[in-house]
């Protein structure tokens, strides 16, 4: 316990504002309608490419040679996009989960029901005692899921 609240709260308390931390990169970093739309180009050329790719003839050949350069194109734009806020999440969640390693680096949290978790050496187990990694992980899920409905009530997103 850092502030007197039950770990679980607070890893919760953490994981949530991290997870607004991190929608405030991705609206400040990322132009988010460009990254869906280039996206959506990107499935729209894919399947163009399926349907060239059953045909023979030397014309759909060449269509397909150029849509794949275009695809090529959009995912690179795609990355770059994503690359410049994936650094800076980096510098921000690298520290945040070192420091919470310092703070709940021994705690164990009994949850009401089971989950499922995996251990280090790839076993799975359905338990309701499990650490703070994976107390933060759900409860990163669970705090990243109720923004997102969030922002899509507020039409943010």
Known sequence: MVFG?????????????????????????????????????????????????????????????????QMLENFNKSIQMMGKMMVVS????????YFLQAWFGGSLVQLPFP????HRDLSF???????????????SLVSSLIIGAILKALKME
């Open 5 to 69: 609240f039950p770990v679980s709260i607070e890893i919760f308390a953490f994981s949530a504002l991290l997870a607004v931390v991190s929608k405030v990169l991705q609206f400040t970093l990322m132009d988010r309608k460009a990254f869906l739309a280039s996206q959506k180009q990107m499935k729209e050329q894919q399947k163009k490419m399926q349907e060239l790719a059953s045909k023979e003839d030397a014309e759909s050949k060449k269509e397909l040679e150029s849509l794949q350069t």
């Open 90 to 97: 980096l510098v921000v969640f690298g520290p945040a989960l």
């Open 115 to 118: 989950l499922p978790i995996v």
């Open 125 to 139: 187990e359905i338990t309701s005692t499990i650490s703070w990694f994976w107390t933060y992980i759900y409860s």
